[in-house]
C-alpha cells in the first residue's frame, strides 16, 4: 500500500498513468487489512470510481475499472444494505457481457446477489422476482462439472427462500431444496464451503418441517447442523451463527415432540450463541427473539418465573436493535406477544393480556413484513382473544380478512385454499359482532368472508355501467386491465416451466399494480369511494329490496339466524337448541334418508325422511318464521335464504311441521308460508339486479347429454312445447352436446335448460363439471366465458346446489358459478335426480311460468321461484317427497 501510494503521488492530475495507479492502490486495499472498517471500504470505493471517471464508456480498461468498482461495492453490501449504484453498475457489467461471454454466469450471480441485497433493505417483490430471474440464468449458463455451478447453485436457492419467507411459495422452497442438495453434492468432505451447504439445506428443511411436518426432514436438519457446528470449531468467526440455527432446529423439533432435552439443548445453544455474538451484528435481534420463545416455552412447562422474565427483556432489547420499518420487527413483535401470553396463562394478570393482544395487533399491521405471516399473526390473533374473552377479538376478525383480501388480490382466487384454517372464521366473526350487539357489521362480516372466493373473483366482472357514464376513459382502461391481470393470472398457473412461470408472475404483478392504481383512480371519484370494496350494510341491504334475506351462522360459539329487512335494522334469531354436533349429524342423517327414500317405492311413506324436516322445522326455521310473521308482519311473500357453514348442506327450503291443528287441518309448512330462494352471497344477489338489463329478443336453447339419461330428449322435447313460440329455440342433444357446443350455446341464449349429469369436486370446487358427450364442462370454463344476455338457467342434473364443505368458502356450486357468470335466476338439484320422475316437476315448473302460451308477453325470470313453489305443490300426489325437495331456486 506504501509503495502504491508513492506511485500514485507521483502521477498527478492529468497523468496518463493515474487511472492505472489509482486502480492498483485502490485494489491492494482491498485485498488488505481493511476488510473489516467500513470508512475504509468507503475510501477505496472512491479510489475505483476516480479511476472509471478516468476511463469512459469508450476507453479499453472500461470494463475492468467498472468491474473493479462493483467489487468494491459487493464488499460494501457485505457491511452494509444494498444500494441502487451498485445495481446499476452490475447492469453496465452484464451488458458487456453477451450470452456467450465466459464471465456472463458470474455477472448474473453478482447482479443478482446486488438485487437481493436491495430486497432486504427496501423489500419490493420486484427485486426479489429479478434476483431468482437471473440466479436462473446463471445456472442455466453452468452445466454439470462447471468450477462455480456450487456457487450459483447456493445464491439462487437463498434467492427462493427469501420468497418462500416472503409470499409462503412452497413450490420455490422444494426447488430451493433440490438446489442446495446439489450444491452440497458438489462439496464433499473437505470442501471450504461445505459448512455453508450444510446450514442452508438444513435450514430449508426446517422451513419444510414447518409446513408440511414430515418427521423424516427434522433428524436429517439437525444432523446437517450439527456436521456445520464441527465444522466450526471454537474461535471460527461463524460459529455464533452455527450456533443459533442449530438450537433453532433443536425448537422447531421441540415444538413438535415437546422432548425437554431438545429445549434445554437449544437454550443453552443461543446463550453460547449471544455470548460470542457482537451487539452490532446483524442476526442480533433473531438470536435475542429466539432465545426469547425457548424460554417461553420452558417456562410453560416448569412455570419458573425468571425465564419468562428474561423472555419478556430479550424482546424488548430485539426491538431496539431494529429500525421502525425493518420487516423482522414483525417476529420481534411476535416474541413479545407470546412471553406476555405465556405469563399470563400462569400468572393471570390482565395488563399481560393486554400486552400480548397489543403485539398481536403490530405484528398484524407491520407494513414491512410479507402477507402470509401478517394473515397468521391476525389469525392467531383471533383464535387468542377469543379464548381469553378480550374485547380485541373484532379487531382481529377484521383485521384478518383485511390482510387475506389484500393478499389475494395478487393471486388466483383458490389461493385462499392455502389458509386451511380460515375456513370457520366468516361465521365466527359474524358470531363475534353478533356477541357484540354489532348486528350490521355481522351482516359485513360474514359477507366478507363467507363470500371471499367469489368477491375477489367478481372484481374482474363488476359492472361498470355508471362509471362509464362518469368517466368512460377511466372505465374503458379498468375494463382493459381486468382482461388482462385474468389472461395472466390463467396462463401463469398452466405453466410447467419455472423461468417461464417467474417471468409470468412478474407481468402479473406488474399488470395487477396496474390494475390497483386504476382501481385507486376510479375511487378519488366522488360516488365512486367504496368501488370494489368490501360492501357496507348499506349496500346489502339491497339485497333485501323485494323480500328478507335470512342469514344463518353456525359458528363454534353460537348458532344464529340474522334477518335483513328491506329497511331498517337487521334482526337477531338466536337458536339456541341448536349445536354444530347437531348440525353435523342432521346433514348426515338427512343424506341417509335421502339414499334410503331413493330406493322405496313412491307409494312408501318417507317416515325417516319427515322425521328430520321436522326437526329443521322446529329447531331452525319456526324461530325465523315466527319473526317474520310476527316481529317483522310478513305474509306469503319471497324470502331469500343465506346459508353458512354447517347449514349448507341442509335443506332449509323444505322444512316442514307434518302436523296437524286442533281443528283437523294441516299445520303450514316453509313452502305454504314462504316462496322460498337461496343466495350464495347478499353481494350475489345485489349483483344479479344490477345486472337485469333492457330486455332482448328471448332465446331458449336445451342441453343435454343423452347416453346415459334415458329421459332427456323427451325432457327437452317437453321444454319447447312449454316455452312461448316466440322464444327462439335451439336443441342440444345426443352427439351434439358437446363442451363446446354448450359454451357457445350458453354466450348465445338468454335462457338455457340443461338437463345432465352434474358433478361436484369437493378438493377443487371450480373443477365441479356438466358432463357432455366429449369433454367435462367445468364451473372454471363458464366463470370465464362471457355471457351477455344470461337471465335465466334450469339444471336438471345432479349435485348443482351442493356446497363444498372442504374449502375456506362453502358457496361454491355449479348454480351459483352459473349465477356468477350472469345468469340472474337459477334452479338446481340437491342431490341425485331420477330424470324420468324429474319430468313431472320440469312440466309443472314451465306450465306455471308460462300459464298460456299464447300470451306474448315478456318472459320474466323473476317468477321462477313462485313457479317452483307451484311446481312442488301440484306434484305432490305424482312425485315423492326427495324427488320434490331436490330442486331449489337461487337467484332473483
Not at 333492457?694 to 317437453?718: H, I, Q, Y
Not at 352427439?735 to 335448460?753: C, K, M, P, S, Y
Not at 372442504?806 to 341425485?832: C, M, N, R, Y
Request: charged share 25%; glycine share 4%; with cysteine.
Amino acid at each position: 500500500m506504501e509503495h502504491f501510494q508513492l506511485v500514485l503521488n507521483q502521477c498527478l492530475v492529468g497523468h496518463p498513468d493515474r487511472a492505472t495507479a489509482l486502480t492498483n492502490l485502490a485494489w491492494v486495499r482491498l485485498q488488505g487489512y481493511i476488510r473489516n472498517d467500513l470508512q475504509e471500504v468507503d475510501t477505496t470505493t472512491s479510489l475505483f470510481r476516480y479511476a472509471l471517471a478516468l476511463r469512459p464508456q469508450h476507453h479499453p480498461d472500461h470494463p475492468l475499472s467498472l468491474y473493479n468498482l462493483t467489487e468494491a461495492l459487493n464488499l460494501r453490501h457485505d457491511k452494509k444494505d444494498g444500494s441502487d449504484e451498485g445495481v446499476h453498475l452490475r447492469r453496465l457489467v452484464l451488458e458487456l457481457c453477451p450470452l456467450d461471454h465466459r464471465l456472463r454466469p458470474r455477472t448474473l450471480d453478482e447482479l443478482a446477489r446486488a438485487v437481493k441485497a436491495r430486497f432486504d433493505q427496501h423489500v419490493s417483490i420486484d427485486d426479489l422476482d429479478m434476483s431468482i430471474q437471473l440466479g436462473r440464468e446463471a445456472v442455466s449458463l453452468c452445466p454439470s462439472g462447471h468450477a462455480d455451478r456450487d456457487t450459483y447453485l447456493n445464491n439462487f436457492a437463498f434467492s427462493l427462500i427469501s420468497r418462500f419467507k416472503h409470499q409462503d411459495n412452497p413450490n420455490g422452497l422444494d426447488e430451493a431444496i433440490t438446489l442446495y442438495e446439489e450444491a452440497l453434492h458438489l462439496r464433499p468432505v473437505g470442501h471450504e464451503f461445505r459448512a455453508y451447504s450444510l446450514g442452508n439445506l438444513g435450514g430449508a428443511l426446517v422451513h419444510r418441517f414447518r409446513i408440511r411436518g414430515d418427521i423424516e426432514d427434522m433428524p436429517r436438519a439437525i444432523s446437517l447442523r450439527r456436521e456445520t457446528l464441527t465444522l466450526r470449531p471454537p474461535g471460527h468467526p461463524h460459529r455464533d451463527i452455527t450456533l443459533n440455527n442449530l438450537a433453532l432446529a433443536l425448537k422447531t423439533r421441540y415444538n413438535k415432540s415437546h422432548v425437554s432435552e431438545d429445549l434445554n439443548e437449544a437454550i443453552n445453544w443461543y446463550r453460547e450463541s449471544l455470548r460470542l455474538q457482537r451487539l452490532d451484528h446483524s442476526g442480533h435481534h433473531s438470536t435475542l427473539s429466539n432465545l426469547s420463545s425457548a424460554l417461553c416455552s420452558r417456562f410453560m412447562e416448569t412455570g419458573e418465573n425468571e425465564d419468562v422474565e428474561e423472555a419478556v427483556t430479550l424482546c424488548q432489547e430485539s426491538l431496539a436493535t431494529l429500525s421502525s420499518l425493518h420487516p423482522h420487527r414483525h417476529f420481534s413483535y411476535k416474541r413479545l406477544q407470546e412471553a406476555y401470553l405465556s405469563r399470563y396463562r400462569i400468572l393471570h394478570d390482565p395488563a399481560d393480556l393486554s400486552l400480548a393482544m397489543e403485539n398481536f395487533r403490530l405484528a398484524s399491521r407491520h407494513s414491512t413484513q410479507g402477507f402470509p405471516d401478517r394473515i397468521i399473526s391476525a389469525l392467531n390473533w383471533t383464535v387468542s382473544a377469543e379464548q381469553h374473552g378480550h374485547g380485541s377479538a373484532l379487531e382481529a376478525y377484521s383485521t384478518f380478512f383485511e390482510l387475506l383480501d389484500a393478499h389475494l388480490a395478487t393471486r388466483s382466487s383458490e389461493a385462499a385454499a392455502a389458509f386451511n384454517g380460515v375456513r370457520s372464521l366468516p361465521v365466527d366473526a359474524a358470531s363475534c359482532a353478533i356477541r357484540n350487539g354489532y348486528l350490521r357489521h355481522a351482516v359485513e362480516l360474514a359477507e366478507q368472508g363467507h363470500g371471499q372466493q367469489w368477491s375477489l373473483a367478481s372484481r374482474l366482472r363488476t359492472p361498470v355501467e355508471n362509471l362509464e357514464s362518469a368517466n368512460p376513459a377511466l372505465a374503458r382502461n379498468y375494463l382493459e386491465l381486468s382482461k388482462l391481470v385474468s389472461n395472466a393470472a390463467q396462463s401463469s398457473a398452466t405453466m410447467t416451466d419455472r423461468a417461464a412461470a417467474d417471468r409470468a408472475a412478474t407481468e402479473y404483478r406488474r399488470l395487477t399494480r396496474q390494475w390497483e392504481a386504476t382501481v385507486a383512480e376510479i375511487r378519488d371519484l366522488p360516488v365512486f369511494s367504496r368501488f370494489l370494496l368490501p360492501p357496507l350494510y348499506a349496500d346489502l341491504q339491497a339485497a333485501a329490496r323485494q323480500g328478507p334475506v335470512i342469514i344463518l351462522i353456525a359458528s363454534q360459539y353460537s348458532r344464529s339466524a340474522i334477518i335483513v329487512p328491506t329497511s331498517g335494522d337487521p334482526h337477531h334469531v338466536p337458536l339456541p337448541s341448536v349445536t354444530l354436533a347437531d348440525l353435523t349429524n342432521l346433514k348426515d342423517r338427512v343424506a341417509r334418508a335421502i339414499r334410503h327414500a331413493s330406493a322405496l317405492s313412491p307409494q312408501v311413506p318417507r317416515n325417516d325422511l319427515i322425521v328430520l324436516l321436522r326437526t329443521v322445522w322446529d329447531e331452525i326455521m319456526l324461530p325465523i318464521v315466527n319473526v317474520l310473521r310476527h316481529d317483522l308482519k310478513l305474509k306469503y311473500c319471497r324470502i331469500w335464504l343465506c346459508p353458512t357453514a354447517a347449514f349448507t348442506s341442509i335443506p332449509l327450503h323444505a322444512a316442514h311441521p307434518f302436523r296437524t291443528n286442533p281443528d283437523g287441518s294441516r299445520e303450514q309448512c316453509l313452502e305454504d308460508l314462504y316462496i322460498c330462494s337461496y343466495t350464495p352471497t347478499l353481494s350475489a344477489l345485489v349483483r344479479s339486479r344490477q345486472m337485469m338489463k333492457k330486455r332482448v329478443t328471448p332465446s331458449f336453447p336445451g342441453a343435454g347429454k343423452g347416453k346415459a339419461l334415458l329421459a332427456v330428449d323427451s325432457e327437452l322435447e317437453l321444454v319447447h312445447k312449454l316455452v312461448p313460440a316466440t322464444a327462439r329455440h335451439t336443441n342440444i342433444s345426443d352427439d351434439a352436446a358437446t363442451r363446446a357446443g354448450a359454451l357457445e350455446a350458453l354466450q348465445q341464449n338468454t335462457w338455457v335448460h340443461l338437463a345432465c349429469h352434474g358433478k361436484q369436486d369437493p378438493k377443487q370446487p371450480y373443477n365441479s363439471h356438466f358432463v357432455m358427450r366429449d369433454e367435462d364442462l367445468t364451473l372454471l370454463d363458464i366463470m370465464e366465458i362471457d355471457i351477455p344476455h344470461a337471465e335465466f338457467a334450469f339444471l336438471s342434473a345432479c349435485h348443482t346446489a351442493v356446497g363444498d364443505e372442504e374449502t375456506p368458502d362453502d358457496v361454491i356450486h355449479l348454480a351459483a358459478g352459473l349465477q356468477f357468470s350472469g345468469f340472474k335466476s337459477v334452479i338446481g338439484t340437491l342431490w341425485q335426480v331420477d330424470d324420468s320422475v324429474a319430468k313431472h316437476v320440469v312440466k309443472a315448473f314451465y306450465e306455471n311460468m308460462f300459464p298460456d302460451l299464447k300470451d306474448d308477453g315478456v318472459m320474466d325470470c323473476t317468477k321462477a321461484a313462485w313457479a317452483l313453489n307451484r311446481a312442488t305443490h301440484a306434484v305432490k300426489t305424482t312425485v315423492p317427497l326427495e324427488q320434490r325437495m331436490v330442486f331449489v331456486h337461487i337467484g332473483v
